[in-house]
């Protein structure tokens, strides 16, 4: 996914109140909306190298979006609306080699009253649902990991990914680790262990686990790479 407009650099001052973010630009302190009401864990640091969106929308009162945060030397996509772009992009290019050539993708498909899942792909006969889940904690150089809070929403989507299953239809979860430069994926399990025993039940139920790496710059987030989930 291409960005509508350059990227503005800056420096992180602070995050508050989970939606906004105070950021060094030049000489200028700026407020920004901050599109991600997860932990952020480890990416937080006064002083990080931010990258913001301008926008010139009238009817909203913050004129900048926080985008790219740059954390021990890696850029990371932190804009957790612009996760299902990017996969919508891959899968209409046929980047993720799992899920090529389908007939139809829709987004944003009700498997039942509760739960709806990110696409649902028609190929041939067969029908396939793809959850996906916004990747941005790493705690060494190589090993890209999920969730960096306890998610309880990510374990129903994972017991509702075996209850589609059992329905007839496939299902995938797509991790997409919006870090540079990761070769690995697992869960971490020692922050949240009953999100990574549903893993292990939907693995084994026929859930197929994903791990893509984008290629993240200034100017465009895009699916880059298949990582290695490692296995514990």
Do not use: W
């Not at 030397?73 to 389908?102: Q, R």
């Amino acid at each position: 996914m291409e960005f509508t407009k350059s990227l503005v650099k800056g420096k992180l001052i602070k995050r508050y109140k989970r939606f906004f973010t105070d950021i060094k630009l030049g000489k200028e302190i700026v407020t920004a909306h901050c599109p991600n009401t997860g932990s952020m864990k480890g990416l937080l640091n006064e002083g990080n190298e931010v990258y913001l969106l301008p926008n010139n929308d009238p009817k909203r009162k913050l004129k900048f979006g926080l985008e790219i945060i740059k954390s021990r030397k890696n850029l990371v996509g932190v804009n957790t609306h612009m996760a299902n772009k990017i996969v919508n992009h891959a899968i209409e290019n046929n980047l993720i080699k799992e899920l090529k050539n389908n007939d139809k993708i829709k987004p944003e498909v009700f498997f039942n009253r509760e739960t709806r899942f990110d696409f649902l792909l028609e190929k041939k006969n067969k029908k396939s649902f793809v959850e996906v889940k916004n990747v941005t904690l790493f705690r060494d150089k190589e090993t890209a990991e999920f969730p960096d809070a306890i998610t309880t929403r990510g374990s129903k989507h994972l017991l509702t990914l075996i209850d589609a299953i059992n329905k007839g239809y496939k299902g995938y979860l797509i991790f997409l680790v919006q870090i540079q430069n990761m070769k690995y994926f697992k869960i971490a399990k020692d922050i949240d262990e009953e999100y990574y025993e549903n893993y292990k039940k939907a693995k084994k139920a026929g859930v197929n686990f994903l791990a893509y790496r984008c290629d993240i710059s200034s100017k465009k987030i895009i699916i880059d790479k298949k990582l290695k989930i490692l296995d514990e």
